[in-house]
């Protein structure tokens, strides 16, 4: 480990995590509401028909971010793209105050044009920020990682319940004003043209950082949500006990109780100590193999003083998925040209798609069916990747020392 020194983050880093925080509350919050939009108060779909509805906006996404990055990075550059995406996002939260189903589509519509080119293009220019003092690019990471949980976090526990209590035009309103919020201080920032400028040269070692980056955070969260199907089949039976609504949506989402406070632990940490990447990813695993292992300590059938262990389980989660979900965003920024960034973000997504359906096909469904096959099944893939980063990260430092002898 190696200590930082003269390099500090910039008022950008604040003001870009500030902003990816107001979209991330205006994003889940529309999230919780648009199925009660949909099959509750205005349109009263069917509950299968409207979830065929989400299922395809959250598939349309994934090819709406690419879209928005070749927009950003080619043609109007990524700060006009934020903002232009800010402002379609802003509208489209608007649309949901038209009470049919052409309002329905055109909100839809508009969500997934403005969210294709705000997301990419703000991870692009925060990871700009950084690429003159890329030792702190974890700790930036981080900070902005922080900023992303506690926006969902706050939107599920508020957006629903103000559309339920009040009104849901009135939860729209104010998701559209937040999406509105979130581009000002991406307005106020300054655009640092001179790291447009920036060009590299991609080697074969900085190729083969970006796949096994790629490679290994996708298969993270391919593990992580087949292991977390043990979670989601213990969490019931803890339910039992909590009467408040409130406590409940908490609990549900006890994952993001941990991650933020851990997000900024970690960001303090490693904007004074500075360790390889590689290094961080390897450590993600080996503790979601010790988290997974943990819960191997809980009966079949929990009982009220397995608790404990849960908690620490989803608290050792919460650890390794700081060492891996943000890692990536700092691997490409370190090894990419900066032009195209964006679309390289933007790509990222499709490979843990692909993995997730590889899974699903090969096992057929049986995984999802026996939660401790699950369970057992997340705890050996993590040591199996543990193990290959080791190898990885000694055969990157043997062929350093090569080119010195």
């Known amino acids: 480990m190696e200590r930082i020194i003269n390099q500090k983050h910039s008022k950008e880093t604040y003001l870009f995590t500030i902003s990816k925080t107001f979209e991330r509350i205006s994003y889940y919050g ?14 009263k779909m069917k509950t299968t028909d409207a979830f065929n509805i989400y299922g395809w906006f959250l598939f349309a996404l994934l090819f709406s971010k690419i879209i928005g990055a070749i927009i950003g990075d080619l043609f109007i550059g990524n700060k006009k793209a934020i903002i232009l995406g800010g ?18 589509y055109t909100g839809l519509f ?19 920020i950084y690429l003159n003092k890329t030792k702190l690019l974890d700790a930036g990471f981080a900070i902005f990682y ?9 939107a599920i526990i508020s957006i629903g319940y103000i559309g339920e209590k009040y009104s849901w035009k009135f939860g729209f309103f104010i998701l559209g004003l937040l999406m509105l919020l979130s581009i000002i201080p991406i307005i106020i920032s300054k655009d640092k043209k001179q790291l447009n400028n920036i060009k590299k040269n991609a080697d074969n070692q900085m190729i083969m950082n970006i796949i ?32 408040s609504e409130l406590l409940k949506k908490i609990w549900t989402y006890i994952d993001l109780s941990f991650i933020i406070p851990i997000s900024l632990i970690a960001s303090v ?22 988290a997974f292992g943990i819960l191997f300590l809980i009966p079949e059938i929990p009982t009220e003083k397995h608790m404990t262990i849960y908690f620490l389980a989803i608290f050792l989660l919460g650890i390794s998925e700081i060492h891996i979900a943000p890692i990536l965003f700092s691997i490409l920024t370190k090894n990419s040209n900066p032009k195209y960034l964006a679309i390289l973000i933007s790509l990222s997504a499709i490979p843990i798609r692909l993995f997730n359906a590889l899974i699903t096909f090969t096992f057929k469904g049986k995984l999802y069916k ?12 993590m040591i199996i990747v543990s193990i290959g980063l080791i190898i990885f990260i000694k055969w990157k430092k043997k062929k350093y020392l090569q080119q010195y002898i």
Not at 30 to 36: A, G, K, Q, V
Not at 110 to 128: A, E, Q, R, T, V
Not at 372 to 380: D, G, Q, T, V
């Open 212 to 243: 096994i980056g790629l490679i290994t955070v996708s298969l993270f969260w391919v593990i992580y949500s087949i292991g977390n199907i043990r979670i989601l089949d213990i969490q019931p039976i803890f339910f039992e006990n909590i009467e």
């Open 370 to 381: 026996n939660p401790i096959l699950s369970l057992k099944f997340a705890l050996i893939s």
């Open 269 to 290: 940490i490693w904007t004074y100590f500075y360790n390889n990447q590689f290094i961080k990813l390897t450590i993600g695993f080996i503790f979601g193999a010790i």
């Open 110 to 128: 508009l969500i997934i044009l403005g969210s294709g080119l705000y997301s990419p293009n703000l991870f692009s220019n925060f990871g700009k």
């Open 87 to 104: 402002i379609i996002q802003a509208l489209g939260a608007f649309s949901f105050f038209i009470p049919s189903t052409a309002g329905l």
């Open 30 to 43: 529309m999230r919780s509401l648009l199925i009660l939009y949909m099959t509750e108060s205005v349109l």
């Open 146 to 154: 922080f900023g992303t949980n506690l926006g969902a976090f706050l």
